[in-house]
C-alpha cells in the first residue's frame, strides 16, 4: 500500500521546464472584465472583494488552502493599488493582468528566473504605455509607469523567493555512477542485515589467525574486474614513479654542471703558486 501512494504521488508532481523568455502583449480585459471590475467597486468592504475574486478565480477554500491564501492576498492588494492610485475600469484590468502574469512566469519553474520574470513585466508595463498599434497602446502615462514599477518592486519582487518557495516544487538530485566492466551491487535487503548481523557476532569471536585466513580467502575470491583494475592501477602509478625519478635525475645532473663550471670559472682566475713570489736575499 504504502508503494502505491508513493507511485501516485511520484505521477501527480508537475514537468519542471527550463527558464524561457515570453513575448508581451496587450492584455486588455485578459483576466478582469468590465463586469467584474464593477463587481470590484461596487463592494466597499475587504470581505466582499475577496468573495467577489474567490468567485472569479476558483478560489473558494483561500482560508484554508495555503497557494489560494498568497493567491488571494496577491490579487486583493492589487486591486487596491489600483483603487489607491485613482485607476479608471481599463486601467485596472491591465494592472492586474500584468501582475498575475509576472507571477505565472516566476512559478512556470523552480529554477531561478529572476532576470527572466522582471525583463517580462517591464515588457508588458512598457506594451501599454507606448503607442505603436497593433503592439502596444498608449493607457499608462509616465508617472503612472513610474508607480507601477515601484510598487511591483517593492511588493512582489522584494518577495520573490518566497513565492517561488510555496508556488514550485523543490528540486532534488539523485546521482548514481556506473562503472563499466563492472557488476552492480544489489540493494541490501532484511535478509543480507540479518545475515550480516550474525557473521558480525561470528567474527567477534574468531581469532587473529582466522581473521588472516579470511583475507586471503577475499584475495583469492577477487573478481576479473577488480584485478584488472588493481592491474591498471599499479601500472600507472609505475610509469608515474618512473617519471619522477627521471626528473629528479635530470635536475641532479644540471645542478652538478652548474657547480663544476663555478668551480672552474673560480679555479682559473685564482693565482697560481709561486708565481708572485719574492727572491731570497744574499
Same mark, same amino acid.
Given at each position: 500500500m504504502k508503494l502505491e501512494t508513493e507511485l501516485e504521488e511520484i505521477q501527480t508532481i508537475p514537468k519542471i521546464i527550463q527558464p524561457r523568455e515570453h513575448k508581451a502583449k496587450i492584455c486588455v480585459w485578459a483576466d478582469l472584465t468590465i463586469d467584474d471590475i464593477d463587481r470590484v467597486n461596487e463592494s466597499q468592504h475587504a470581505d466582499l472583494i475577496k468573495?467577489?475574486?474567490?468567485?472569479?478565480?476558483?478560489?473558494?477554500?483561500?482560508?484554508?488552502?495555503?497557494?489560494?491564501?498568497?493567491?488571494?492576498?496577491?490579487?486583493?492588494?492589487t486591486l487596491q493599488f489600483a483603487r489607491d492610485s485613482g485607476f479608471n475600469r481599463e486601467k485596472t484590468s491591465v494592472f492586474f493582468s500584468i501582475i498575475k502574469k509576472t507571477h505565472e512566469v516566476c512559478i512556470e519553474?523552480?529554477?531561478?528566473?529572476?532576470?527572466h520574470t522582471f525583463n517580462y513585466f517591464k515588457?508588458?508595463?512598457?506594451?501599454?504605455?507606448v503607442?505603436?498599434?497593433?503592439?502596444?497602446?498608449?493607457?499608462?502615462?509616465?508617472?503612472?509607469?513610474? +508607480? @507601477?514599477?515601484?510598487?511591483?518592486? !517593492?511588493?512582489?519582487?522584494r518577495h520573490f523567493k518566497m513565492y517561488k518557495y510555496v508556488f514550485?516544487?523543490?528540486?532534488?538530485?539523485?546521482l548514481a555512477m556506473n562503472y563499466i566492466g563492472m557488476s552492480m551491487t544489489p540493494p541490501p535487503s532484511e535478509t543480507d542485515d540479518q545475515e550480516d548481523q550474525d557473521t558480525t557476532l561470528d567474527e567477534q569471536v574468531d581469532t587473529t589467525a582466522g581473521e588472516t585466513d579470511d583475507q586471503k580467502t577475499e584475495e583469492t575470491e577477487e573478481s576479473p574486474a577488480k584485478k584488472e583494475l588493481r592491474t591498471m592501477i599499479q601500472a600507472f602509478l609505475a610509469e608515474e614513479i618512473k617519471k619522477m625519478k627521471q626528473n629528479v635525475d635530470e635536475q641532479i645532473k644540471s645542478t652538478e654542471e652548474t657547480l663544476?663550471? +663555478? @668551480?672552474?670559472?673560480?679555479?682559473? !682566475?685564482?693565482p697560481r703558486k709561486g708565481g708572485s713570489g719574492k727572491g731570497k736575499r744574499k
Open positions: 468573495q467577489v475574486l474567490a468567485d472569479i478565480f476558483h478560489l473558494d477554500d483561500y482560508q484554508n488552502n495555503l497557494k489560494n491564501g498568497v493567491m488571494m492576498d496577491l490579487y486583493y492588494y519553474t523552480p529554477f531561478g528566473n529572476l532576470d515588457a508588458l508595463l512598457l506594451c501599454h504605455a503607442n505603436r498599434p497593433p503592439h502596444s497602446i498608449e493607457l499608462f502615462n509616465a508617472d503612472e509607469v513610474r +508607480k @507601477i514599477t515601484e510598487y511591483a518592486i !517593492n511588493t512582489y519582487f514550485t516544487p523543490l528540486v532534488k538530485l539523485d663544476s663550471k +663555478k @668551480i672552474e670559472s673560480v679555479e682559473g !682566475n685564482s
